[in-house]
């Protein structure tokens, strides 16, 4: 009896999303263009709805597509927004008046929205670092090509920034840096924590985020050149949008 070949061809689940993914990455198929469903794959490769499923599953855990409830599953091709880690920090961006997002979307449209400004009683954490027992708190959301992208806290002292315009919405020009900077305790070290993680409920809704997504948190603190830490900034950015660069002298 003889026995049947061993094929080395990959299931077709994977050979159609292959397919998928080229049209995509080839721009054939480009960011909010719905994929075929479920119901067109069944017909087209004369497969089970399960198998074409799979397939489709495969491109959203991929992060290359997000599915919309009751409307399909859409190409989600995002250009990573590049973070340098130091270049935007530097005082010769926010000390001539540019804002520090103008260093990570590099033309790329962005807004601002959601924005609350409020004096709260500190967290404890945030408290023992700033030495503070009222703060001034700024939530925020980013958006870059109309995507949510990162969420965002600031925490400041409150006897420090108290009558300011750091207590505004609108800071001026610069932001909260060149505030400081006006106050004479101007930021001259920074410290950045990076911790990955699966989001919070509200973090997904807030972000938009496709099922499996993971956040990054940054948690940056701001001295003087004294040593005072006059800010506490908790960053959470969807880990899809990002690539994270942070140069160092060996």
Do not use: C
């Not at 491109?59 to 927004?81: D, M, Q, T």
């Not at 924590?193 to 997504?213: D, K, N, Y």
């Not at 050149?225 to 140069?247: C, F, H, K, R």
């Amino acid at each position: 009896m003889s026995e049947s070949p061993v094929s080395n061809e990959p299931p077709i689940y994977r050979r159609i999303a292959d397919g998928l993914r080229a049209a995509i990455l080839s721009g054939e198929l480009r960011d909010g263009d719905r994929l075929p469903g479920e119901n067109a794959l069944m017909a087209e490769y004369g497969i089970a709805r399960a198998t074409a499923r799979q397939a489709l599953s495969v491109l959203i855990n991929e992060g290359l597509a997000v599915p919309k409830r009751g409307s399909g599953v859409y190409v989600r091709r995002f250009k990573p927004i590049r973070r340098h880690g130091s270049r935007r920090l530097a005082r010769d961006q926010w000390g001539r008046g540019q804002a520090i997002w103008d260093s990570d979307t590099r033309g790329r449209p962005y807004t601002v929205d959601g924005l609350r400004v409020a004096r709260e009683p500190a967290p404890d954490d945030v408290a023992a670092i700033l030495a503070a027992s009222e703060i001034w708190v700024r939530r925020r959301r980013y958006s870059v090509d109309e995507r949510p992208v990162q969420l965002a806290t600031s925490y400041f002292p409150a006897d420090l920034v108290e009558g300011t315009p750091i207590t505004l919405p609108d800071t001026g020009p610069g932001g909260v840096y060149a505030r400081l900077g006006d106050l004479g305790q101007a930021p001259a070290h920074f410290t950045e924590e990076v911790q990955a993680r699966m989001p919070q409920p509200e973090e997904v809704t807030a972000l938009e985020l496709p099922a499996g997504t993971p956040v990054v948190v940054v948690r940056r603190t701001a001295y003087t050149a004294g040593g005072t830490a006059v800010e506490v900034n908790i960053m959470t950015l969807d880990a899809a949008s990002y690539v994270l660069q942070y140069d160092f002298d060996a």
